[in-house]
């Protein structure tokens, strides 16, 4: 069983920061990647940023410039440094983990964390 447990989400005026943590445990095999989705009220769930096993990262335009996806693969980690945040930022925040499963690709999921930018 995998498990994975976002925290640093919360409330932040626009232009603020905040950074949010996924920790993976349990039986992993592999990590693929790890990377972070979100999901505004009445939009369907959209990629922010990833990073792969070998450090490639690859982000939304709407957010380059701004997060920084990292991790440290010795905690099987991964973080979103959110800067310059913007009230269209406000979702609710979900890690992703791709690995193998039973010899087939499989992504376990977190249970989100919200994040609200006030304007």
């Known amino acids: 069983q995998v498990q994975l447990v976002e925290s640093g989400g919360g409330l932040v005026q626009a232009g603020g920061s905040l950074r949010l943590s996924c920790a993976a445990s349990g039986r992993i095999s592999s990590i693929n990647a790890m990377g972070w989705y979100r999901q505004a009220p009445g939009k369907q769930r959209e990629l922010v940023a990833v990073?792969?096993?070998?450090?490639?990262?690859n982000y939304a335009n709407s957010v380059k410039g701004r997060f920084t996806v990292s991790r440290d693969s010795a905690k099987n980690t991964v973080y979103l440094q959110m800067n310059s945040l913007k009230p269209e930022d406000t979702a609710v925040y979900y890690c992703?983990?791709?690995?193998?499963?039973?010899?087939?690709?499989?992504?376990?999921w977190g249970q989100g964390t919200q994040v609200t930018v006030s304007s």
């Open positions: 992703k983990l791709d690995s193998i499963r039973f010899g087939a690709p499989f992504d376990y």
């Open positions: 990073i792969t096993s070998g450090g490639s990262t």
